[in-house]
């Protein structure tokens, strides 16, 4: 027993020194102080990197089909009234979603920014005793009313109750209404006079879309908008002016749920309008993303690039809509990322290179500094006694 012990004394490989010849310096005092410091710096980044997670990123091909995209916006229109804001999407697909209400929220603000109360219909408005009918003649008791659409019918049966119902036909006809105060209905409601009423106020338009994951636009114009020769306008000669202010901020832009680290590059971006009228364009670069936590709950999102274009727009001619417009495009590449932890293995290894290379380095830059002074006090020993 005592032959396996005298051999495994023999494979020790940190043999003992006695202590009465340690020779202790000030040099090595001040080298471990620092060293201890550093070592313990190392060790604290190293137990952060341990108990925080990490994001493993990868670029991978984007085989998904059949998808929607949802697009979240908040955008404010200090010089638009909300009146003749209206938001329109369209694809490479030929899907049209034109004047979109559904899922999005108009406030009418002040030139200070501040929510004005909406009013109710019918304040300011010019007042008539009877509705005119289809037929010619006014409402009369127990009769059922059926405005009339001024040509824009598309059977008999129709009616058209409202000034929106007469703009809606009319849009879905191709014409633009040059003079509403000419529809009986647009002339009862006030339509001109709610246009005047908010002049010089602003409009705050938030909400989301829904489109198919394909390019497309989306864009913010004043009128509404119908085809005419397979080319998308607006009509803006109801509201009899010849220039439109779209000045704007962008409160906010994001193209699929947020998740952490996202950076959307619109977010309060602000464009101040200086000539009459123009369209202002941002060409906008999707990159399909999908984060993963730590706890294998996934989101499936986006990130995006963007530049920007002013073209100058003349109201009332094709392909010059004055607006804000948003044309985006879809990457073939889509980015994972997917928050892992390191191994307590990883992190042993980590802190045991960290003891043993601050042992290691200060041993040898002690040495160095050690012997080092050895040699010049040997040195001027020398030049003393010669």
């Known amino acids: 027993m005592n032959n396996i012990f005298a051999k495994l004394r023999n494979l020790d490989a940190y043999p003992k020194i006695n202590e009465d010849f340690y020779s202790r310096t000030l040099s090595g005092g001040v080298i471990t102080v620092i060293s201890s410091i550093l070592m313990i710096l190392l060790f604290i980044s190293e137990l952060r990197l341990y108990i925080n997670s990490m994001t493993h990123t990868e670029l991978v091909v ?21 009146s003749i804001l209206s938001l329109d999407a369209m694809d490479i697909s030929g899907e049209q979603h034109l004047d979109v209400k559904h899922d999005v929220i108009k406030n009418r603000i002040d030139a200070n920014g501040n929510i004005i109360e909406t009013k109710k219909d019918g304040v300011g408005v010019h007042k008539m005793e009877k509705p005119l009918q289809k037929h010619g003649g006014r409402l009369e008791h127990n009769e059922t009313y059926c405005g009339s659409c001024y040509g824009a019918e598309t059977t008999d049966a129709d009616c058209c109750n409202s000034c929106e119902e007469v703009r809606e ?131 499936q999102s986006n990130q995006f690039s963007v530049t920007e274009h002013f073209r100058h727009a003349i109201v009332g001619q094709p392909h010059s809509v004055p607006g804000v417009f948003f044309f985006y495009d879809l990457s073939p590449i889509k980015v994972t990322f997917t928050e892992q932890h390191v191994s307590f293995l990883h992190f042993l290894t980590n802190i045991c290179a960290i003891v043993g290379g601050m042992f290691t380095v200060s041993g040898i830059l002690d040495s160095f500094i050690y012997h080092g002074q050895k040699v010049i006090r040997k040195k001027m020993e020398i030049g003393k006694f010669s």
């Open 62 to 82: 984007d085989t998904s089909r059949g998808e929607t995209l949802r697009i979240n916006f908040d955008v404010t229109f200090p010089a638009l009234p909300c």
């Open 169 to 299: 036909a009319y849009r879905k006809k191709g014409w633009g209404m040059s003079n509403p105060d000419e529809i009986d209905q647009c002339k009862r409601e006030g339509f001109l006079q709610k246009i005047k009423d908010e002049e010089g106020e602003g409009c705050n338009i938030y909400g989301f879309l829904e489109v198919n994951k394909v390019a497309g636009n989306f864009h913010f114009a004043p009128g509404k908008s119908f085809q005419q020769s397979n080319v998308h306008v607006h009509d803006v000669t109801a509201f009899q002016k010849d220039s439109f202010n779209i000045s704007h901020k962008i409160n906010k832009l994001s193209f699929g749920e947020s998740f952490p680290g996202v950076v959307n590059p619109l977010d309060r971006v602000q464009w101040t309008q200086k000539t009459p009228t123009g369209m202002f364009q941002y060409f906008v670069k999707v990159v399909p993303t999908v984060y993963t936590d730590i706890n294998n709950h996934t989101i």
